[in-house]
């Protein structure tokens, strides 16, 4: 008996849409969305609020992995968001986070040995805006970064309707991280409120060494309301990012995504 093996199959880490489509009824307003994709796509459409969701059945079911119905003039919404999400890392995340996606890996799978991976082209320009390189080449580094959230969340209809971008305090808790300066730079742009999150716990132990549970009041947020956006530049096991999230909703926060330049392989 021939194996039948699923349209698709999830990485625990992060995945991307595989393709989408529309089909319709002539004649009427009814049409249908099909994905094919990991269940994180699915909950960025559901949260979108533009159809139903349906269920995949029959011979459909060897190319597609959600199905949902929605009426004609929706569909250019829906559009900018499966466009993203096939270009896009969807995130997998801890229970805080509604959702959280990344432009991409932070290294290139090249070789036996992780330590000389290449960076993708996200991965560098973390890479030459975070770490020791010449003050030109920084700068110019870190405006292309700050261009790509800009226009990843202007894109987004999710995160473009978000009326605050909350910041994610660095291990040493000064309040002045990479991270913490990206939000406040594209915060800016985006013209959207900028929350800072305060870290009362103190300074705590680099993300790289890591993944213990960060307790609950360690992190906290005030005046988020709404749907809120957490802005940060490398997500690793996630830990930090859903311990805000936790902040973000206990200050008042309704739904909260999330946003990073990177997603390493490891974690």
């Given at each position: 008996?021939r194996m039948?093996?699923?349209?698709?199959?999830?990485?625990?880490?992060?995945?991307?849409?595989?393709?989408?489509?529309?089909t319709s009824?002539p004649?009427?307003?009814?049409?249908?969305?099909?994905?094919?994709?990991p269940?994180?796509?699915?909950?960025?459409?559901?949260?979108?609020?533009?159809?139903?969701?349906?269920?995949?059945?029959?011979?459909?079911?060897a190319?597609?992995?959600h199905?949902?119905?929605l009426?004609?003039g929706?569909?250019?919404?829906?559009?900018?968001?499966?466009?993203?999400?096939?270009s896009?890392?969807c995130?997998?995340?801890?229970?805080?986070?509604?959702?959280?996606?990344?432009?991409?890996?932070?290294?290139l799978?090249?070789?036996?040995?992780?330590?000389?991976?290449p960076?993708?082209?996200?991965?560098?320009l973390?890479s030459?805006?975070?770490?020791?390189?010449p003050?030109?080449?920084?700068a110019k580094?870190?405006?292309?970064?700050?261009?790509?959230y800009?226009?990843?969340?202007?894109?987004?209809?999710?995160?473009r309707?978000?009326?605050?971008?909350?910041?994610v305090?660095?291990?040493?808790?000064?309040?002045?991280s990479?991270?913490?300066?990206l939000?406040?730079?594209v915060?800016t742009?985006?013209?959207?409120?900028?929350v800072?999150?305060a870290?009362?716990g103190g300074?705590?132990?680099?993300?790289?060494g890591?993944?213990?549970?960060?307790?609950?009041?360690?992190?906290?947020?005030?005046?988020?309301?709404?749907?809120?956006?957490i802005?940060?530049?490398?997500?690793?096991?996630?830990?930090?990012?859903?311990?805000v999230?936790?902040?973000?909703?206990?200050?008042?926060a309704?739904?909260v995504?999330g946003?990073?330049?990177v997603?390493?392989?490891?974690?």
């Open positions: 008996m039948l093996w699923p349209p698709f199959i999830p990485d625990s880490r992060a995945n991307q849409l595989k393709k989408y489509a529309y009824d004649g009427t307003e009814n049409m249908w969305l099909w994905l094919c994709g269940q994180e796509v699915a909950k960025q459409v559901d949260l979108l609020g533009k159809c139903t969701p349906l269920t995949v059945t029959g011979e459909s079911k190319q597609w992995t199905l949902y119905h009426t004609r929706d569909e250019s919404t829906l559009t900018s968001l499966c466009q993203i999400l096939k896009t890392l995130l997998t995340t801890k229970p805080n986070l509604d959702f959280a996606i990344a432009f991409d890996w932070y290294k799978v090249e070789g036996d040995d992780p330590m000389k991976w960076n993708t082209a996200s991965g560098a973390v030459q805006s975070k770490y020791n390189a003050r030109a080449v920084k580094a870190r405006n292309e970064l700050v261009d790509k800009v226009q990843t969340i202007n894109a987004h209809p999710l995160y309707d978000c009326v605050s971008i909350v910041t305090p660095g291990h040493r808790a000064d309040g002045n990479f991270g913490e300066q939000a406040a730079a915060a742009r985006c013209q959207k409120t900028l800072r999150t870290s009362p300074a705590r132990p680099e993300a790289k890591g993944t213990a549970e960060i307790a609950d009041g360690h992190f906290t947020v005030s005046g988020a309301r709404g749907d809120v956006l802005l940060d530049d490398v997500y690793r096991s996630g830990t930090t990012m859903n311990s999230a936790g902040a973000a909703k206990r200050g008042g309704t739904r995504f946003l990073a330049a997603r390493t392989r490891r974690n």
